[in-house]
């Protein structure tokens, strides 16, 4: 997997977009960009994944740009439920007969919404 | 409801007693992962596996055993716990759809061995 550098913490207000972004820049052809959200004692939970350019869901929206050595994962609006610590992963993730997967969450970026 | 299940959520333990931590899920998904995870390190991933009665390690596989003898469940074996497993655990399960991968979590067991 290729190795990615997020910033440990970020804070924000309530009701601002937020941006974290997350470098990687030995990322291969085939690797897919990965964000993770994780509340404290909780398990993390997926957010959204991409290849290039952007991707928007319900949630987030995740910007690629066209060398893929960076990304960067924008929440619209946080509110304080948005608190929590965020994971990049990037990695070959497709699945195939005995290829196994091997998934390495770094430390995260921790996002701290204030009132 | 799609979940991942858990058994038990806390556990303290003393250090050479076998232990089992189960993990089931509903989704029918074919992988499911381990991991672990502890302050200033992360979720490092155990063991994982891609179908019944197929395994591989992870990054910290040692102290461990998995099974995968029924799609659904895929428990986490401490054959001698010893101190350093100490740690909150996770279990994944996960699919690839459309060009997505995506991992679904557990609520975590936490194991202290004394």
């Known amino acids: 997997l290729a190795k990615t550098t997020q910033p440990i913490s970020m804070d924000s207000y309530e009701g601002q977009e937020v941006n974290i972004t997350c470098s990687h820049n030995?990322?291969?052809?085939?690797?897919?960009i990965t964000w993770y959200q994780q509340f404290p004692s909780q398990g993390p939970r997926f957010i959204i994944q991409?290849?290039?350019t952007k991707v928007t869901n319900e949630v987030a929206s995740l910007f690629i740009p066209a060398d893929r050595k960076s990304s960067t994962l924008s929440l619209p609006r946080v509110s304080l439920s948005d608190t929590a610590v965020y994971y990049c992963?990037?990695?070959?993730?497709?699945?195939?007969?005995?290829?196994?997967?091997?998934?390495?969450f770094g430390p995260g970026t921790r996002l701290s919404v204030l009132p | 409801e799609a979940q991942v299940t858990q058994n038990p959520r806390y556990l303290i333990t003393v250090t050479g007693k076998k232990l089992t931590v189960t993990c089931s899920q509903n989704m029918n998904h074919e992988y499911m992962s381990w991991y672990r995870q502890d302050p200033g390190l992360g979720l490092r991933q155990i063991y994982y596996?891609?179908?019944?009665?197929?395994?591989d390690k992870g990054d910290v596989p040692e102290g461990y055993k998995v099974s995968r003898k029924e799609k659904r469940n895929f428990p986490l074996i401490l054959e001698s716990p010893s101190p350093n497993q100490t740690s909150l655990y996770f279990c994944?399960?996960?699919?690839?759809?459309?060009?997505?991968?995506?991992?679904?979590f557990g609520p975590g067991t936490r194991l202290t061995v004394t």
């Open positions: 596996s891609m179908n019944v009665e197929v395994t």
């Open positions: 030995n990322i291969a052809t085939n690797d897919y």
């Open positions: 991409g290849y290039k």
């Open positions: 994944a399960s996960s699919y690839y759809r459309d060009r997505v991968y995506e991992q679904y």
């Open positions: 992963l990037v990695g070959d993730f497709i699945p195939r007969d005995n290829y196994g997967q091997n998934f390495v």
